[in-house]
């Protein structure tokens, strides 16, 4: 999985959102995700197919919602996901967030049977705490590849951290650049300026540095490059460490926000 990738979250005006897509895969990104409640999965299908870039050098990801978890509509759904995406199989398919309908033992066995069928690559979880994981990692008869978490500089995840290299998962962070949080904040604009970057590849890059993919929302052709370019963006032990002694915990997702609300 390409360390960085284009989220789509709220990219739900089917011309952008397909452009987007487009124009940061014929930039270099091979990492796109999306998710059922996005509602953008055929704009995505269509920037994937306008692009100049093979399917088989993307790496596609899609999650299903809470509402689809029994394991029926998980086959069902996933099924009409690929519809709209325009694609035979995801290279990665999680779970959105253990609610809803999610009951390990019923939900589980229809991303395994995803897999077997050749319709899914790899079973992700999205949102999901460390006892989370490891009781998906009891059911499932495929690995669990990844977990999607909201991480940032001022939401560090060190816990989720170390449980993803104890337990030999990816760690896949959403709104990596905290919704906007980290433009002008006092320890990473300077690094920036010291580098002649933006805040933005400053924080992908110390994501990087952590061992955490990350997939920042964009949807102008700048900010796509911007992104991009901390990919050549190499920090120091120091200033490393001067973002990881950040102390402030801002959690951009809000923790008793429900995911009941948007069914």
């Not at 284009?6 to 014929?26: F, H, I, P």
């Not at 870039?53 to 996933?78: C, G, M, P, Q």
């Not at 933006?198 to 992908?204: H, I, K, T």
Request: proline residues 4%; negative net charge; glycine residues 4%.
């Amino acid at each position: 999985m390409p360390m960085l990738g284009l989220g789509t979250w709220q990219n739900d005006d089917a011309e952008q959102c397909a452009e987007s897509v487009r124009t940061a895969l014929e930039a270099g990104y091979r990492h796109i995700d999306t998710a059922q409640i996005y509602d953008n999965e055929s704009a995505v299908g269509d920037g994937i197919a306008a692009a100049d870039v093979d399917r088989d050098d993307i790496f596609l990801a899609t999650k299903v919602w809470i509402s689809n978890l029994s394991h029926d509509d998980v086959i069902e759904t996933t099924e009409e996901s690929l519809d709209k995406l325009g694609v035979d199989s995801v290279d990665l398919l999680y779970v959105h967030w253990a609610a809803g309908e999610y009951e390990p033992e019923e939900t589980l066995p229809a991303f395994d049977e995803l897999v077997d069928r050749g319709l899914i690559d790899n079973v992700g979880v999205s949102n999901f705490e460390p006892h989370h994981v490891e009781t998906a990692m009891d059911v499932l008869d495929a690995p669990v590849f990844a977990n999607q978490v909201e991480t940032h500089p001022f939401l560090q995840q060190s816990e989720l951290r170390e449980h993803a290299a104890e337990q030999d998962y990816e760690l896949v962070a959403y709104s990596p650049l905290a919704r906007g949080e980290v433009f002008g904040h006092d320890v990473i604009e300077p690094i920036a300026d010291d580098h002649d970057a933006s805040e933005a590849q400053v924080s992908l890059a110390w994501l990087r540095e952590k061992g955490v993919t990350a997939i920042p929302k964009a949807t102008s052709e700048a900010h796509i490059t911007d992104n991009l370019a901390s990919l050549d963006l190499s920090l120091t032990d120091d200033e490393i460490n001067r973002i990881d002694s950040i102390e402030t915990v801002d959690r951009r997702v809000d923790p008793d926000w429900s995911p009941a609300a948007w069914d």
